[in-house]
């Protein structure tokens, strides 16, 4: 087996152990859904979620606490200067996620699917990071949100 394939079976478990959509890990390591989905049956004695891959941010703007949570996700990502996007991804999530548990005790609100989909919609332009005028905090728009309040001045 070459190094390139154990690469991938290496980043394929590594995803898996966050729980995503089996489409998203198919994509990112190329090996095929049925293996994947066997290994994630093994790994949490459950099925994977199943449905289509989120499509549109409008997800994200149906609660404040969401919408902050994305918006600190893509904080984290931008943080990763990473050139391999699942890496990206992987470290950021992680990232937020210790981060919400260190300040709540609550459970983050966003998967690492949603975070996957968020990330690609950064790298493709759908949303930006920019800075609020008012506060200067950074704040997650698209062509929807552009006019909304950011999470900071709004709280
Ligand atoms: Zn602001």
Same mark, same amino acid.
Request: charged content about 35%; proline content about 11%.
């Given at each position: 087996m070459s190094l390139n394939t154990l690469n991938r079976y290496a980043l394929a478990v590594e995803l898996l152990s966050l729980k995503p959509r089996i489409s998203i890990v198919a994509k990112e390591t190329g090996l095929s859904p049925a293996i994947l989905r066997k290994a994630f049956v093994e790994m949490h004695q459950r099925s994977p979620s199943s449905g289509p891959? @989120?499509?549109?941010?409008?997800f994200m703007s149906k609660s404040f606490s969401k919408f902050k949570e994305a918006t600190l996700c893509a904080v984290f990502f931008r943080l990763e200067? @990473? @050139?391999h996007c699942a890496r990206r991804v992987i470290n950021g999530y992680r990232r937020y996620c210790s981060y919400i548990k260190s300040v709540s005790n609550a459970y983050p609100l966003l998967d690492f699917s949603d975070a996957w989909t968020i990330s690609k919609w950064l790298d493709v332009g759908v949303l930006k990071l920019v800075r609020c005028s008012h506060c200067r905090s950074a704040k997650l728009i698209n062509n929807e949100l552009e006019h909304n309040v950011c999470c900071v001045c709004k709280s």
């Open positions: 891959i @989120r499509t549109s941010p409008q200067n @990473r @050139r």
